[in-house]
Structure formats: C-alpha cells, structure tokens
C-alpha cells in the first residue's frame, strides 16, 4: 500500500467510527459500481423518515493547498451521483437518500493522533441532480 492509500485507509476507519458515534448504521464500506466506489454507506437512523446516506470520506495533510472539500471537482462529483443513484437502484429504495461529505485533515501525517474531522450533510441539496 502507498503512503497516500494507507492515510485514506485511516482516514476511512476514522469515519466510521464517527458515524457510528452518531447512532447511524453502516450499510457498507468501499462498495464498488461501475462509475466508482461508495466509502462508507450508512442509515441515518435519527431521520424521520429513515435515510440512506452515501458518505464520500476525503483526507488531505495541513498546509496542502486544497481542503479534502476543495478536493472534490465536478468529475468526482458526478461520479458520487451516478454510483448513488445505481446503489440506490439496486437496493430498489424508495426513500429519500442523501450524499454526505466528512473530511479529515492531518495536522501531523507522521501522527495519527493529530487530525480535525469535518461534515458537511447533502452535498448535493438544491441541485438538479435527476439528469
């Protein structure tokens, strides 16, 4: 494994816990579709209604130029979109589903006890994501 591979690994592992911390339940992790691979797929189970929640995890070492948010161009994003929606289909849900981002930055990378998590919900809210 890289250096990068073994970060993003961590930073994966750092994720989850967070979202189970928030009494969600993991469906999934590295689910691979043909547009991509889905990082973590959670239930948000404190919804009302229950929602699915695709959580596209990004890690990037303090003092790089771009944020892990930063980070995701419009090539990523409508890979998340696509491989959501095929998830989504295959799953055959109905419900309402949302794609959440959770960034981890490293404010040391030679300590894995230095890193801030961020997490911005629904991405995607307000976008005309149907096409």
């Known amino acids: 494994m890289t250096e990068a591979q073994v970060l993003g690994k961590f930073a994966e592992d750092i994720a989850a816990e967070y979202v189970l911390s928030l009494g969600w339940k993991i469906l999934a992790r590295n689910f691979r579709l043909q547009y991509g691979e889905l990082d973590i797929i959670a239930t948000d189970t404190k919804s009302n209604p229950e929602e699915i929640v695709i959580i596209e995890v990004r890690c990037r070492t303090l003092g ?67 096409s």
């Open 64 to 130: 790089q130029i771009q944020s892990p948010f930063d980070s995701i161009g419009p090539k990523k994003l409508n890979s998340l979109i696509k491989s959501s929606r095929e998830f989504i289909n295959q799953i055959e849900w109905d419900g309402f589903w949302r794609i959440d981002v959770i960034g981890v930055t490293m404010k040391d990378k030679d300590s894995r006890d230095a890193w801030e998590l961020e997490h911005i919900r629904d991405i995607t809210a307000g976008m005309n994501v149907l």
